[in-house]
């Protein structure tokens, strides 16, 4: 099991920023990715980056790529999003994800979830 909690979420303006934390329960060096999805609107869940350990690349949606920065404190069992340039389009639910692969088996974990709403 895997317990995961948000923090950071809020009203920003555009061209603002936010820095979303999430916490893990257990060390974010036994899973096998961590990341951020949003769900904005009237629209579907989304990626928005991930990074898969062990690997050096972080992947980030292409609506996202150099403004948001995937971040990964292993000390603290903790993972980052600073959000820069936000638009208002970025205005959505983000959740935190934790895929725990034990054997073959891959686990889904997700956090409650921190709106950000990006508007004037």
């Known amino acids: 099991q895997v317990h995961l909690v948000e923090s950071g979420g809020g009203l920003v303006q555009p061209g603002g920023s936010l820095r979303l934390s999430c916490a893990a329960s257990?060390?974010?060096?036994?899973?096998?990715?961590m990341g951020w999805y949003r769900q904005g609107p009237g629209k579907q869940r989304e990626l928005v980056a991930v990074?898969?350990?062990?690997?050096?690349?972080?992947n980030y949606a292409n609506s996202v790529k150099g403004r948001f920065t995937l971040s990964r404190d292993n000390a603290k069992n903790t993972i980052n999003l600073q959000m820069n340039s936000l638009k208002p389009e970025d205005t959505a639910v983000y959740y935190c994800?934790?895929?725990?692969?034990?054997?073959?088996?891959?686990?889904?974990?997700w956090g409650q979830g921190t709106a950000v709403t990006v508007s004037s």
């Open positions: 257990r060390s974010i060096l036994e899973m096998y990715a």
């Open positions: 994800n934790a895929k725990y692969l034990v054997g073959i088996s891959l686990t889904n974990y």
């Open positions: 990074f898969i350990t062990g690997d050096d690349d972080t």
